[in-house]
């Protein structure tokens, strides 16, 4: 999964910080979260997309793994 918080913060000329104290997380999971280091749970995921007044989907990109098996 890859995300544009990064880019969207830019754009709402947000820091970590304040994007951290908009969906009450620590700077350090938003941190994470650009590096695709952290997968967020549903929640936080929509709270974020809810700050940047857009989908999920346009936040979070997600592709399907290759080869999955059952």
């Known amino acids: 999964m ?3 918080i990064k880019e969207l913060r830019a754009r709402h ?3 970590q910080e304040e994007l951290a104290k908009k969906v009450n997380v620590r700077r350090e999971t938003i941190v994470f979260l650009e590096k695709g280091k952290y997968n967020p749970s549903l929640r936080l ?3 974020i997309a ?3 007044q857009m989908p999920i989907e346009d936040v979070f990109l997600f592709y399907p ?3 999955l098996k059952n």
Do not use: G, S, W
Request: aromatic share 14%; hydrophobic share 35%; net charge neutral.
């Open 13 to 15: 000329d947000l820091t």
């Open 50 to 52: 809810q700050v940047f």
């Open 45 to 47: 995921a929509y709270d």
């Open 65 to 67: 793994t290759a080869n």
């Open 2 to 4: 890859k995300t544009r």
